[in-house]
């Protein structure tokens, strides 16, 4: 069996059983018969896995800001409570997230928690 470069299968058997006669069978396919079902299901699932990595790329970016912004604004009221400067209050936007919104109220608490603190204690003996 050889491939031939226009895209054919070709085979030679020798049929026959006398050594006097030299009868040969050839037989010439092409190689599209037997692979373009298998070349379209290729195509397909190339075409399919590029459109979800698209859409999952997409997803990604749409969702990023979801994550980035709670965050951000825990960063900064962690911040204040570090510094011990609670007076501008809770963060009042919450994540949808519900492990980022878990962590704005224990951050909540922390908050509260300090302003008791520092009711009974003057911030300037703390910060020291």
Request: proline share 4%.
């Amino acid at each position: 069996t050889r491939v031939k470069k226009d895209g054919h299968w070709v085979t030679v058997r020798d049929i026959s059983e006398t050594p006097s006669m030299h009868w040969r069978v050839v037989i010439v396919v092409p190689i599209s018969d037997y692979f373009t079902k298998v070349h379209r299901s290729r195509d397909m699932t190339v075409g399919i896995t590029v459109a979800m990595l698209v859409f999952v790329i997409l997803l990604a970016v749409l969702m990023l800001p979801l994550i980035l912004t709670p965050l951000g604004l825990l960063r900064d009221q962690v911040a204040r409570v570090a510094s011990l400067d609670m007076e501008k209050g809770n963060v009042n936007k919450r994540s949808v997230i519900s492990e980022i919104d878990h962590l704005q109220d224990r951050v909540d608490q922390l908050s509260n928690a300090m302003i008791s603190f520092t009711r009974y204690i003057p911030k300037e003996v703390v910060r020291d």
